[in-house]
């Protein structure tokens, strides 16, 4: 099965900024969807942002104009460039990748371990 690695998770002050990595291990084809999710203690994990083939992408209301998501196919990479950050940015923060073609096959759908991203007041 094909692996996500998360990185990129700290400490940083409010108004800071992070970028989380998503990489995926293996010899990729393809990947259709890639998303960020956040999870807070208690509560189930909520979409943050996502991109598909073709590199379209969608923001929770939250976040928009504050993160932007990107990928570089060449190194099977997916970012999560987080600006302005609030303390209601903190949350463990996961990676999850849908459709995967691989050399071994396809993955419907892979979770990473998660980062702990934590933004003081």
């Known amino acids: 099965q094909v692996q996500l690695v998360e990185s990129g998770g700290g400490l940083v002050q409010t108004g800071g900024s992070l970028r989380l990595s998503c990489a995926a291990s293996g010899s990729i084809f393809s990947i259709n969807r890639v998303g960020w999710y956040r999870q807070y203690p208690g509560k189930q994990r909520e979409l943050v942002a996502d991109?598909?083939?073709?590199?379209?992408?969608n923001y929770a209301e939250s976040v928009k104009g504050r993160f932007t998501i990107s990928r570089d196919n060449a190194k099977n990479t997916v970012y999560l460039q987080m600006n302005s950050l609030k303390p209601e940015d903190t949350a463990v923060y996961y990676c999850?990748?849908?459709?995967?073609?691989?050399?071994?096959?396809?993955?419907?759908?892979?979770w990473g371990q998660g980062t702990l991203v934590t933004v003081s007041s």
């Open positions: 999850n990748a849908m459709e995967i073609h691989w050399a071994g096959g396809w993955d419907l759908e892979v």
């Open positions: 991109i598909r083939t073709g590199s379209k992408t």
